[in-house]
């Protein structure tokens, strides 16, 4: 049976995002392999403390509520992302922390350039096009091959409806993250 290692309580940050998750063991000497939810696994990096709670069905866990995981190393090897945590000197500790979900606070997460956006911070914007027609909220976005595409929910008499716009700089005039607000070249019979 995995021995679980000591972590402490802790209060997940108002701005927390969830990055991951923690697959396995990863070697004797406490190294554990993570699953990140991006390509970028820069914010697993630049965070030096990860928020842990169980995973979401089925999995086990020894602990319960969310717990504070200080990080001593995460590095990418070969196509996986390996972490080392303070407290965490074994296979047997690495283990028990398989399945858990890992956020860190969206301050950690690395600076963007100035036409670079985190999903995140998209989910929940209002599109409207060109004339001001409403489009949509975006409920999720979808890698398509060598683009990515905005999902906006919307209602069309009384009826649930979704809307995929392509999140390019054909479409896509401006994204105010402040204004909550993406503005495109796109019409609503499109």
């Known amino acids: ?51 842990l709670q169980p995973a979401h069905k089925g999995g086990k866990s020894f602990f319960s509520g969310t717990v504070l995981l200080p990080i001593r190393q995460a590095r990418t ?10 407290g965490v000197d074994d296979r047997d500790a690495a283990e028990a922390l398989r399945g858990a979900r890992i956020f860190v606070p969206r301050e950690s997460f690395p600076a963007t350039s100035d036409d670079e956006y985190y999903w995140v911070d998209l989910i929940g914007l209002a599109v409207v096009n060109r004339e001001g027609v409403a489009l949509g909220t975006v409920s999720e976005l979808l890698p398509t091959g060598p683009q990515t595409t905005l999902v906006l929910s919307y209602e069309h008499e009384g009826k649930p409806c979704e809307r995929m716009v392509p999140f390019v700089s054909a479409y896509v005039d401006k994204v105010d993250l402040a204004g909550r607000r993406i503005t495109v070249d796109w019409q609503p019979d499109y």
């Not at 396995?24 to 030096?48: H, I």
């Not at 090897?77 to 303070?86: G, P, T, Y």
């Open 1 to 51: 049976m995995p021995q679980p290692p000591a972590l402490e309580p802790a209060e997940l940050p108002s701005d927390a995002v969830e990055v991951g998750r923690i697959a396995d063991a990863w070697g004797v000497k406490g190294w554990f392999k993570v699953l990140p939810y991006s390509s970028d696994p820069g914010a697993l990096f630049a965070s030096r403390s990860w928020f």
């Open 77 to 86: 090897h070969s196509d996986a992302v390996v972490a080392w945590a303070h």
